[in-house]
């Protein structure tokens, strides 16, 4: 299936039925009066959040989206049916955005979350809610009001604990395929990986999911490379492994490249839990390997892990290094979400 993490689609809520004109007529019955029944309610529409949903590439095939109008009303009192409304099924972590793709109108990000993007228009009066004792026979009624229609953007950014940034061909999609069943696709050329993988880690007794992206250039907040569009899936992660290329020549400035792309990008990922490693650490010598790194280590301010996730040299350190850092944030979440000492509980 493939991977696409955007889509602009149309969507229009369903008009109101109209009321209904009518008068009792029938045999031997005198006094017939009104009985014009209400039109009935257009359709809502509703986007939805499901587990089975990884990709918005249904929305590349269809982008009109409209709920059903509302049934007119019709005599002896009748109303008419209310639309069917239309249900928008995204995966998890799908952001709505209005046309300016700014403004935030809905963040579904676990199944079962819903949200009301257009709502129906309700239905018109038929003759007989008119009916009064001044007006015994009125011939007034409501036509069912309209629907809204709008253009909506949907952004799916993935749901991960930690996430792996790096130098294009600094070993991320090979550690991604170490740790988990994932098999993203590994060579020898930049840019191999064109789209987000994400693979289920276990750890201890502990499971997460990790996110890798393709990788960052100089100049990718700019558009250079693959630029910095995938970015967004490692937004909601709560640490991020950084591998810089132990066969780099500068390993401290492919170190300063990414951060200063993650500080240009923004949402806040420049001041994310970081976790630093060496990788393809067993293709250097041990006095280079030395060498560099002393010089990422004076470039990150921290100690760098040394990996091979080839040969599997320091990766469970790395795997517990990103455990313990996402535990901090669980707890951290769920003491900001707690009520304060001596709340009073429901």
């Given at each position: ?5 955007q ?7 369903g ?24 039109g ?27 709920a ?12 008419g ?23 935030l ?41 309209p ?39 590994i ?68 170190y ?5 792309e ?31 790194v ?53």
């Amino acid at each position: 299936m493939k991977f696409l993490d955007q889509a602009k689609i149309y969507i229009a809520s369903g008009a109101g039925g109209d009321g209904s004109l009518s008068f009792r007529r029938e045999k031997f019955i005198e006094f017939g009066g009104p009985d014009g029944g209400d039109g009935g309610k257009g359709g809502d529409v509703w986007a939805e959040c499901v587990d089975n949903l990884n990709t918005l590439i249904d929305y590349r095939y269809q982008q009109h989206f409209k709920a059903k109008r509302g049934g007119n009303g019709s005599g002896r009192n009748r109303s008419g049916a209310n639309g069917d409304d239309c249900i928008i099924k995204v995966p998890p972590g799908t952001q709505i955005l209005a046309e300016d793709q700014e403004t935030l109108i809905a963040d579904l990000e676990k199944p079962g979350d819903r949200a009301l993007l257009a709502k129906g228009g309700n239905g018109g009066f038929g003759n007989a809610h008119f009916k009064s004792s001044t007006n015994q026979a009125p011939r007034r009624v409501n036509p069912g009001l309209p629907g809204e229609e709008l253009t909506i953007w949907l952004r799916l950014k993935l749901i991960a604990d930690a996430g792996i940034v790096g130098m294009p061909n600094a070993g991320k999609s090979t550690f991604l395929a170490a740790v988990s069943a994932a098999k993203p696709k590994i060579a020898a050329y930049p840019f191999t990986t064109l789209h987000p993988n994400l693979g289920v880690v276990r750890a201890g007794d502990v499971d997460f999911v990790l996110a890798d992206i393709p990788g960052l250039i100089e100049g990718a907040s700019e558009g250079a490379g693959i630029g910095t569009r995938f970015l967004g899936h490692v937004e909601r992660t709560k640490v991020l492994l950084h591998l810089v290329d132990a066969t780099e020549e500068d390993v401290a400035e492919a170190y300063r490249t990414v951060r200063r792309e993650l500080k240009a990008y923004g949402g806040g990922l420049d001041k994310k839990k970081e976790v630093v490693a060496l990788s393809k650490c067993d293709a250097i010598d041990e006095e280079a390997l030395a060498q560099r790194v002393e010089a990422l280590k004076k470039a990150a301010r921290k100690n760098p892990l040394v990996l091979s996730a080839v040969s599997g040299l320091g990766v469970k350190e790395a795997l517990f290094a990103l455990t313990r850092e996402i535990k901090k944030g669980a707890k951290a979440e769920a003491d900001a979400e707690a009520p304060p000492t001596g709340a009073w509980r429901p």
